[in-house]
């Protein structure tokens, strides 16, 4: 049983990166296109009739909103999925200290400073536990600050 758990962990360790990275990708070709499709559409009303300004604008539109849509769906993603740990939910407190597999890289976030909470310095890093933030000092792993239902959906 063990041993399926860990080979679960494993395997989402992998994919998850991966998902993730194919993802910027495709965010980042949306974006080409968008600028490639705005460039037609400036050259169009320099040069072109009405026709080609229209046609254009709308494929300039199209492919501006399809990377709004990407960004978007980036954003929710890494909100609310990728997170889940292979190990059940465990109510951290300050002056805890973590095993090296709950503040392992995979689970360590980058900071946003929309979160409303001050930025990690030196050996600090905040990790994603369930909806919980955690600010953690990675080399003993002691919980430094808990921020408890950081992540929850419904606040």
């Known amino acids: 049983m063990k041993s399926r758990i860990l080979t ?3 395997i989402a ?3 998850i990166p991966a998902a993730a990275q194919a993802q910027t990708r495709e965010i980042e070709r949306d974006r080409r296109e968008a600028r490639e499709e705005r460039q037609e559409y400036r050259d169009a009303q320099r040069y072109g009739d009405r026709d080609d300004i229209r046609e254009e604008r709308r494929e300039y539109r199209d492919a501006r909103d399809d990377y709004r849509d990407e960004v978007r769906d ?3 993603d890494t909100r609310y999925q990728n997170y889940r740990a292979p190990f059940r939910y465990q109510q951290f407190r300050e002056g805890s200290t973590l095993r090296p597999n709950y ?3 995979n689970y ?3 900071y946003d400073r929309r979160w409303g ?3 990690a310095r030196g050996n600090l890093t905040y990790v994603r536990h369930y909806d919980d933030l955690l600010l953690v000092n ?3 792993g002691r919980v430094v600050k ?3 239902g950081h992540f929850d959906r419904r606040r």
């Open 138 to 140: 990675q080399r003993n």
């Open 103 to 105: 503040y392992a890289p």
């Open 8 to 10: 679960a962990g494993l």
């Open 117 to 119: 909470i001050p930025q």
């Open 13 to 15: 360790a992998i994919i």
């Open 74 to 76: 980036w954003r929710r």
């Open 108 to 110: 360590r976030m980058n």
């Open 146 to 148: 808990v921020y408890r």
